[in-house]
């Protein structure tokens, strides 16, 4: 799309949201009810409203990243917690059309991250870069899950630790997410190519895959008992449904993928693999996000055409990003605003002690293998696979007794997750390489450290 026609397309598709959202929330009572699950005005509020709000969003990066050169994807989180407050007949009315959507989203993006992950891509990060990942996972998982979940287990009253571990372990998985989506593109904003800043990107991967595992630990671990299974054994039933299911699906398409196909069959393959396995997850209460990831993996171990499938979904990555964040808004909850704020705080606090430690405990016997200083900045976007989380565990979090500020803490600290990694990722980009005046001045954010 041309330039000149970014802002006029912005502004329109801005007016079209606006409008879905007065008409939906102007309905009287009579007409709330043409907004009940099936109604076709129902599937088009809902449609309406999500191509306006995916063009608008997709389309104001470009006006927002010339004019103040933020480079972050916080404000789709905040569209959609804006044109679906909780408990209005819109969000009401649309759960059975979003929920949908939502489990197609969350599970392509879950697919190409189980493509990233595959032994081939492992084999070319490195060992080199792979250990410093592992270990700053495990770091931020003792800081980030174990120790709050220690700390409510044994200093708090039974029925708390009943309630409320559940919303500090999601806290925790949702802290070990790593995306270098952001990296990339604030590399690319501000002219930046240092072989610090590739290394971090790899180092990513390694964070990514720490928090897949970590979101299949947290289904497995609260799955419901399985009846003639023994209780003890019902996470072990739980782990052996995600890879199982994840395993099927993932060889079936694998064994499809061996005629070589163009690069729209092999989509379609791999969509239709997705879309099948989201909807079964979705509906048993497994994680969508896990059992595509596994699938995914195993596509990509029995493929030969998993370079070539991973850049058929990076054509992909931007509207996933997009609708991901988006729909991460929309299940926004409510509840009081002194526990919101209050996970928030130990979210934020927290994943830097773990990120601070993890990159401190890395210790290479050789000098030139350490990481940079404060790599530990470049490490906190959640990106898309964050958001595919997030939606993930909100849906797991929806029968819990304390729901609503379960999940509305959860996509807050997505929020401030996103929008603190832009800061910490500029600066720390600024500081390991030779950025010029006028890129640095190109927002009036500035840097923290831009005067050292």
Known sequence: MSKRWIRPAAVVSAFGMLMWVRAAHAADAGQAMLLARGSTLQVLVGLGLVACATLFAYLSPGVLGRRTGVVTGAHYVALGVLVVPAGGPLSVALGPVLEPMMALTV?????????????????????????????????????M??????????????????????????????????DDDQLQRLSATLGVSTAAARRAARVSRGCALAALLGVLAFFSWRHAAIPGVVESLSPLAGLGLHLGLGALA??????????????????TIVLGVGVTLSAVAWEANLSVVAVNA???????????????????????????????????????????????????????????????????????????????????????????????????????????????????????????????????????????????????????????????
Do not use: N
Not at 145 to 174: K, M, N, Q, R, S
Not at 250 to 267: F, K, W
């Open 107 to 143: 599970g392509a993006i879950a697919l190409a991250a189980g493509l990233r992950l595959s032994p081939a891509e492992l084999r070319e990060i490195g060992a080199v870069d792979l250990k410093p990942g592992v270990i700053i996972s495990v770091v931020g998982a003792l800081v």
């Open 145 to 178: 899950v174990a120790l709050p979940l220690a700390l409510l287990h044994w200093g708090g009253p039974g029925e708390v630790w009943e309630g409320w571990w559940p919303a500090l372990a999601a806290l925790g998985v949702l802290a070990l997410c790593a």
């Open 250 to 267: 993932g060889g079936l398409a694998g064994a499809l993928l061996q005629g070589r196909p163009d690069d729209d069959r092999m989509l």
């Open 294 to 452: 596994v699938a995914g993996l195993i596509m990509a171990s029995m493929s030969s055409e998993s370079i070539r499938l991973a850049k058929v979904f990076d054509a992909l990555s931007a509207p996933l990003y997009v609708l991901a964040l988006f729909f991460a808004g929309t299940m926004w909850a409510g509840g009081s605003a002194a526990i919101l704020w209050g996970a928030a705080l130990l979210f934020v606090l927290a994943r830097y002690a773990g990120r601070v430690l993890g990159v401190a405990a890395y210790r290479p016997r050789l000098r030139g293998l350490r990481l940079e200083p404060g790599t530990h900045r470049a490490l906190w976007a959640p990106g898309a696979l964050g958001a595919a989380i997030v939606i993930d565990l909100v849906h797991a979090l929806q029968s819990e007794p304390h729901a609503a500020p379960m999940v509305s803490a959860l996509i807050l600290a997505l929020f401030l997750a996103d929008l603190l990694a832009w800061v910490l990722l500029r600066g720390w980009l600024i500081d390991i390489s030779e950025v010029d005046a006028e890129r640095r001045t190109h927002s009036p954010w500035g840097s923290w450290q831009e005067e050292r």
